[in-house]
């Protein structure tokens, strides 16, 4: 199994740019940004990585926790980990949001994968979800991807984009053959982290300017 944690400084963020939701700006503060990359072939295999980050009000920073598989055995041993991740930052730090784009796919995944090993914890017991696709939606009417709204928000990624056929392909190799992460280079390993991690610092800048690009389009149409 491969553990990355990671801490990104952040930018002084403004009240008036966020994202409110039923007239709250400050949700974001009890939120987990959240977003996996899985397997699925007819039904969910794996969970290949897993992916989650939060602000750091104190410290003002994002702290970024990732789980990747390393053979078919770490399947089981990936949600353990998931599991233990939610509960804590549930239990000790407050969180109560898990924010995404278009997250009820990964719902979908992760509960299947819950359920088939007995691992039992509820998600929604636990979080409220905000899936920042919906509330894009509800404001322009109009549906769109998570990479067409950073071109809106003017993130650039540091990160190559990886269609998800590949993606399934590589963690298809991961559970089929336990040696198949030691041969491959470590620039794919690294890549694949950076991917993810840019899905959920992508969330989280989106969320804290929400505003800034809204505001922009109304003035435009308007």
Known sequence: MIERHNVLEVEKLLEENMLSIS??????????????EHYIY?????????????????????NVTQYMIES?????????????YFQTMSSKYGKKYLVTFSGNNDFTVINYLFEKYNIDFDIEAHFRHIDLQKEYEREKKVCIGLKALEKEFGIVRESEVISG????????????????VQ????????????????????????????????????????
């Open 23 to 36: 007239g709250k700006s400050y949700l974001f503060k009890d939120a987990l940004f959240f977003d996996l």
């Open 42 to 62: 007819k039904k969910p295999i794996c969970i290949g990585v897993f992916g989650c980050c939060y602000f750091d009000d104190i410290e003002n920073k994002l």
């Open 72 to 84: 078919g055995k770490d399947a089981r041993h990936i949600l353990t980990l998931a599991k233990n």
């Open 165 to 180: 056929s590949n993606l399934a392909k590589t963690f298809s190799k991961i559970v089929k053959d336990s040696g198949y």
């Open 183 to 222: 041969r491959m280079p470590q620039e794919k390993r690294d890549k694949i982290l950076l991917y993810n991690e840019q899905d959920v610092v992508s969330l989280f800048q989106i969320y804290v300017n929400w505003n800034i690009v809204m505001k922009r389009d109304e003035i435009l149409e308007s």
